[in-house]
């Protein structure tokens, strides 16, 4: 059997984040809107999940159709089986990754970012497999005194801290 390894990018668009990760039952779709639905009020999102087995489809749903067709064509672009992809905007994924996390046919979480994404698929044919996520680009330093106090202050002008 040969493997092809296969780099897909992840479009972010300006003021959307995306979340991917790997489940394992055709019920995450309504579980994941649920999540995200009631998690916060500005939430619009759009989400899906590859199906890995019966009729094998690219279920979806959401509140925001642009967010909606985004994940989609995110899934079809990945095309492993069990991985989902949620777009979202009017929130953060600080705001439902716990959420997410506690969904009983939840896997694993690989990424949640408004970074430039990249997705690294092994294609064995029939089978697709996501090996991994490069979220973002390569350190350039180490943060100084002064960027400690702007990381500081940035999190006390947003709320997250008092």
Not at 114 to 138: M, S, T, W, Y
């Amino acid at each position: 059997m040969s493997v092809r390894l296969e780099v897909v990018d992840i479009p972010v668009p300006e003021g959307t984040n995306v979340i991917i990760g790997r489940t394992h039952f055709i019920k995450t779709v309504e579980d994941l809107y649920e999540v995200m639905v009631t998690s916060h009020p500005n939430i619009r999102f759009g989400l899906c999940m590859c199906e890995a087995s019966g009729k094998r489809l690219v279920r979806h749903d959401g509140n925001d159709e642009e967010l909606r067709k985004l994940a989609i064509e995110a899934c079809l672009k990945i095309g492993a089986g069990h991985v989902f992809v949620i777009y979202m905007r009017g929130g953060w994924p600080i705001n439902v990754l716990n959420d997410l996390k506690h969904v009983q046919e939840v896997v694993s979480l690989e990424v949640a970012t408004a970074n430039p994404v990249k997705v690294i698929v092994a294609d064995l044919g029939e089978q697709r497999a996501l090996l991994g996520v490069a979220d973002g680009f390569k350190p350039l330093g180490v943060e100084s005194e002064e960027d400690i106090r702007e990381r500081r202050e940035f999190l006390r002008k947003i709320g997250y801290k008092r």
